[in-house]
């Protein structure tokens, strides 16, 4: 896919270069010809190109709402992050709860009665 959108810089090249290059004279049939197969084969290229771009998960979403779904996905990362610390916060919180927990009943079950 990639080789397909940088060949279309050197079709359209083609293209200008085999339509101007004679340009002061008439084109013989055979360089009719040739120009006319450059332009069907960049316009397939086009054609092409734009078919894998559509076919892209949100290819068909405009600039505009491809930057509002990619700002809605950053503020869900964001809220997510803090979700998490909340919880490392609340799990360490348990974590040293329970040591100080089994530090109290080590030392009452080693007291001497």
Do not use: C, W
């Not at 080789?3 to 810089?9: E, N, Q």
């Not at 709402?65 to 799990?91: G, P, S, T």
Request: glycine share 6%.
């Amino acid at each position: 896919m990639t080789s397909l959108y940088g060949s279309l810089t050197l079709k359209l090249a083609n293209v200008v270069e085999l339509a101007t290059q004679d340009q002061g004279t008439n084109l013989t049939p055979h360089a009719k010809q040739t120009l006319v197969r450059a332009t069907r084969e960049y316009k397939d290229s086009v054609k092409d190109a734009i078919g894998y771009a559509t076919s892209l998960p949100g290819g068909e979403l405009s600039v505009e709402e491809q930057d509002e779904v990619i700002e809605m996905l950053e503020k869900l990362k964001e809220r997510k992050r803090k979700q998490l610390a909340e919880f490392a916060d609340r799990v360490g919180n348990i974590s040293s709860s329970q040591a100080n927990l089994k530090m109290e009943v080590d030392s009452i079950s080693s007291t001497p009665a």
